[in-house]
């Protein structure tokens, strides 16, 4: 078991792993990219949207809701360009904050994902968050190794060369 030790090892010292989620030019001023992540272990859609420049993410549920905040209308700022806007509901967020500017949802923010902007890409970089890829489900967790990841190496290359 030294390959499949070494390489939970590895994954371990990592404390933040690091993904490309879309080049830059793919995320104008007031645009969207929709993704999707495993946060604490649950498939979620998520989108990363670009707000004066900067770039901010968020697992896509409408507080008020559950349904994803662009459900309804693709567009997913409100009319004056200042608020997220989930289009079921009206709700509106802050797209800096994610904070919720309804009496229902008052004081309730949405579940913010870390993204990064480097060299023209935006990466996810969330110690709670990953990518979903289908390769990554099917990752055996190995009981006796006190429930981290045991990757052998054939499986560690798959997962690393899937698209």
């Known amino acids: 078991m030294s390959n499949g030790y070494f390489i939970s090892q590895q ?3 990592l404390s933040v792993i690091t993904q490309r989620i879309c080049p830059s030019s793919e995320l104008p001023e007031l645009g969207k990219q929709a993704f999707k992540v495993l946060y604490r272990s649950k498939a979620y859609a998520a989108l990363v949207v670009r707000f004066h420049g900067q770039v901010y993410a968020y ?4 507080l008020y809701s559950g349904k994803p905040l662009d459900s309804e209308d693709a567009h997913i700022f409100d009319e004056t360009e200042h608020f997220l806007r989930a289009s079921d509901s009206g709700i509106c967020y802050s797209p800096i904050t994610g904070e919720g500017y309804s009496p229902i949802c008052m004081g309730q923010k949405l579940t913010a994902l870390r993204v ?15 990518l979903y890829n289908d390769a990554l489900i099917k990752l055996t967790l190995d009981a006796e190794d006190d429930g981290n990841i045991v990757l052998f190496q054939e499986e560690y290359s798959s997962i690393c060369n899937a698209s």
């Open 116 to 130: 990064v902007e480097l060299d023209g890409v935006v990466y996810l970089k969330d110690k709670h968050a990953t």
């Open 59 to 62: 697992i896509n549920q409408c």
């Open 11 to 13: 994954i371990n010292s």
